[in-house]
């Protein structure tokens, strides 16, 4: 996906950016705008918009 524009999504309320997204297992390796050193994978569910 690309945008001109950032898209506000997040994880358990705190705001994210999505590093990469894995449509075969359907989850999304990603980090808390707070913490770019500190990635982890969850699944796409529980990300929101």
């Not at 994210?16 to 982890?40: A, C, F, G, K, Y």
Request: aromatic share 4%.
């Amino acid at each position: 996906m690309e945008s001109k524009q950032k898209i506000e999504v997040k994880y358990q309320g705190n705001p994210i950016w999505i590093d990469r997204i894995d449509e075969m297992n359907e989850t999304v390796t990603m980090h808390l705008e707070s913490d770019p050193e500190r990635s982890q994978e969850v699944p796409v569910g529980q990300i929101t918009e």
